[in-house]
């Protein structure tokens, strides 16, 4: 089983529709979380973090922890053309981040 | 505030050679980690810095080295390059403390031919 598991995709919605991307980790330990966005020949940049069960929101992204079932997601509200591009989830086991290998997300206009 | 910065861009090596990568940590930060992006996979932890010295590492063989400074500036080395050392190696910046956040530069793509 790898550290962090991620659906590949890719991921299709359309303009104005909700995107749902999830992410399981194996390590019951873990505190703390991200969701880094990725575009085509660019860096990660960090647009969530979440350390406690429950949403947290942020403008149109909603992270959701689950650490009884391993479980966190991220949801797009309103999703554009501008939020085509890869979303990595990031956990911290021990003293390292381990990060899955990205879903894919295709905003259709 | 000034971002994570890298250089170089880009670099193309031959096997067998010897490469160093340089990273400059984000204002205020004093934690630079490095990971390696192959194709169409996320980032790989190679090793992590603070206080000039690795606080820990991935599963990445001793030819990968790493170097932290005063300034929290970082330098990657690699020797005896390989084929599959072709990536985007990506350097991040953190504040150890209670957010563990991590902010990533744009990134040196290597080639080795």
């Known amino acids: 089983q790898k550290e962090v598991e991620q659906n590949s995709g890719p991921l299709s919605v359309p303009e104005g529709a909700i995107a749902s991307l999830n992410c399981t980790y194996s390590?019951?330990?873990?505190?703390?979380f991200f969701w880094y966005r990725q575009y085509s020949g660019k860096s990660p940049e960090l647009i969530m973090s979440i350390y406690s069960n429950g949403d947290k929101e942020d403008g149109r992204f909603t992270a959701q922890l689950n650490k009884a079932s391993q479980y966190v997601s991220l949801l797009i509200r309103d999703s554009q053309p501008s939020d085509s591009a890869t979303y990595l989830c990031?956990?911290?086991?021990?003293?390292?981040?381990?990060f899955g290998t990205g879903t894919s997300l295709t905003v259709i206009p | 505030e000034t971002g994570v910065t890298q250089s170089p861009t880009h670099l193309i090596k031959t096997r067998g050679q010897q490469v160093t990568l340089r990273c400059s940590s984000q204002s205020g930060h004093n934690t630079v980690s490095w990971y390696q992006q192959a194709l169409g996979q996320g980032p790989q932890f190679i090793f992590q810095?603070?206080?000039?010295?690795?606080?820990g590492r991935g599963n990445f063989p001793p030819r990968f080295s790493g170097l932290q400074f005063p300034n929290y500036s970082s330098e990657l080395n690699v020797n005896a390059l390989e084929l599959d050392d072709s990536a985007l190696y990506l350097c991040a910046s953190s504040y150890t403390g209670t957010s563990r956040e991590q902010y990533f530069g744009p990134g040196t793509r290597l080639t080795v031919t």
């Open positions: 990031a956990v911290i086991m021990g003293n390292q981040f381990y």
């Open positions: 810095y603070y206080r000039e010295e690795e606080n």
């Open positions: 390590d019951r330990g873990s505190q703390s």
